[in-house]
């Protein structure tokens, strides 16, 4: 045996110094060394591998766009965030089309995602035109995915709850509403709310359970889109307080909101709602502006605070498409927020994720500067029923990807 050789074996044979290589190398790269033997596929599947090699499990390395609300023949984009890398096929990104691994299913969409994995939903057409939901947890780093037990029928919401810094295992929490509420609720019911449910599946034991007290909440809740931050899922409302859900304690909590401006009757015009490195944040504007405040939540739940304060007119300049009012809605100009990224080392480089017609943006929020990240064709209204507007996205249309390698 030569030196050479013996070299190579010692560190196959070292778990330690194998690590410290495989750790290294992209995604592609690891997708395909996991079949040179169990023991190595052992290895990069491990929970503590991933924790090597994404360290951060809130660093976010590109973005998902995907709806099927608002277009009947809807698709999937990805554009990548880290290192302004540029998409093309000489990358990793292009590994990435998560949903094609889903086979055989009709309607496929993202319904959230959570520290690099999706919650997906699906149907499959039934005899008689009729037809059937199926949901999926899907990691779009690996293409795995696994299928759901059904929840209960006629949910409000299913909402991802994954941090692998806590825990290897995933839930899903379900909100349905209870209708004969005389015979869950042991307090006096008010008739102007609806009573709700909460159900969660958790990967660990593969079903669903019920849990927590039946609760009531306002009639226009929302239980779609929750985020999950600080251990529960956040669910925000238009009018009065929103909920959270503490996925440990199994207890639903009030978050105060901004007061509504006289006179609104529409309610809060939520411009965005999402988490970013543990934070949680909050864009609120009424009317045609181009001048407004990122809210951050206090951990407590004591309240919002202004953390940044952002004017776009830079952009509009450079970008005079923008200052358009939007079709759907004209008392908004041409732009919508997507997602806010903050960066762990510096908040002086956390961004905004822009998207104005035809382009998408990226928006430093400490030195104001703005770069283009992509070209995206603009939406339109055809012969189908197609929305006439000038954006393709919003931000419940954007789903954070994070490089996550290990199994679910």
């Known amino acids: 045996m030569s030196v050479h050789s013996s070299s190579i074996d010692k560190v196959a044979a070292n778990d330690d110094i194998l690590t410290q290589i495989l750790i290294k190398l992209p995604v592609k790269s690891l997708m395909r060394f996991k079949s040179?033997?169990?023991?190595?596929?052992?290895?990069?599947t491990n929970p503590y591998f991933a924790h090597c090699r994404n360290?951060?499990?809130?660093?976010?390395?590109?973005?998902?766009?995907?709806?099927?609300?608002?277009?009947?023949?809807?698709?999937?984009?990805?554009?990548?965030?880290?290192?302004?890398?540029?998409?093309s096929d000489d990358n990793d990104y292009v590994y990435l089309t998560p949903l094609t691994t889903i086979p055989s299913l009709s309607g496929k969409g993202i319904l959230s995602s959570c520290h690099g994995l999706l919650c997906c939903s699906s149907y499959s057409?039934?005899?008689?035109?009729?037809?059937?939901?199926?949901?999926?947890i899907l990691n779009p780093t690996t293409k795995q995915f696994k299928s759901l037990p059904q929840p209960r029928d006629g949910h409000k919401g299913l909402n991802l709850v994954f941090d692998p810094s806590r825990s290897p295992h995933y839930k899903v929490v379900c909100v349905w509403h209870v209708d004969h509420v005389d015979s869950v609720l042991s307090v006096d019911y008010d008739r102007n709310k609806h009573c709700y449910q909460i159900e969660i599946y958790s990967s660990e034991t593969g079903s669903w359970r019920?849990?927590?007290?039946?609760?009531?909440?306002?009639q226009n809740s929302?239980?779609?889109?929750?985020?999950?931050?600080?251990?529960?899922?956040?669910?925000?409302?238009?009018?009065?307080?929103?909920?959270?859900?503490?996925?440990?304690?199994?207890?639903?909590?009030?978050?105060?909101?901004p007061p509504i401006p006289y006179g609104d009757w529409k309610g809060r015009p939520f411009r965005y709602y999402g988490e970013s490195n543990e934070h949680l944040h909050l864009v609120i504007i009424y009317g045609p502006r181009i001048q407004f405040d990122v809210y951050e939540m206090e951990r407590d739940y004591s309240g919002w605070f202004v953390k940044y304060c952002v004017d776009l007119g830079s952009v509009g300049a450079a970008f005079p498409q923008m200052?358009?009012?939007?079709?759907?809605?004209?008392?908004?100009?041409?732009?919508?927020?997507?997602?806010?990224?903050?960066?762990?080392?510096?908040?002086?480089?956390s961004f905004?994720?822009?998207?104005?017609?035809?382009?998408?943006?990226?928006?430093?929020?400490?030195?104001?500067?703005?770069?283009?990240?992509?070209?995206?064709?603009?939406?339109?209204?055809?012969?189908n029923g197609m929305i006439e507007d000038s954006l393709m996205y919003f931000w419940f249309h954007s789903f954070q990807y994070i490089e996550f390698v290990s199994c679910i």
């Open 323 to 349: 200052m358009q009012r939007l079709s759907w809605d004209p008392m908004y100009y041409s732009f919508a927020i997507l997602s806010l990224v903050r960066e762990e080392k510096d908040d002086e480089d």
């Open 210 to 218: 019920a849990c927590a007290e039946p609760f009531t909440a306002n």
């Open 352 to 383: 905004l994720v822009l998207h104005v017609p035809g382009k998408i943006l990226r928006y430093n929020l400490g030195d104001k500067s703005f770069e283009k990240i992509c070209d995206v064709r603009d939406e339109h209204c055809d012969g």
């Open 222 to 257: 929302e239980f779609l889109g929750g985020v999950y931050w600080n251990g529960a899922i956040n669910w925000i409302s238009t009018s009065g307080d929103s909920l959270y859900f503490n996925v440990e304690e199994e207890c639903i909590g009030t978050i105060p909101m």
């Open 36 to 44: 040179v033997s169990k023991h190595w596929l052992s290895l990069i």
């Open 125 to 136: 057409n039934l005899e008689g035109g009729d037809y059937q939901f199926r949901y999926h």
């Open 55 to 87: 360290p951060n499990s809130s660093s976010v390395s590109g973005l998902f766009f995907y709806s099927s609300m608002r277009r009947r023949n809807a698709e999937l984009n990805f554009i990548p965030l880290q290192n302004n890398e540029i998409l």
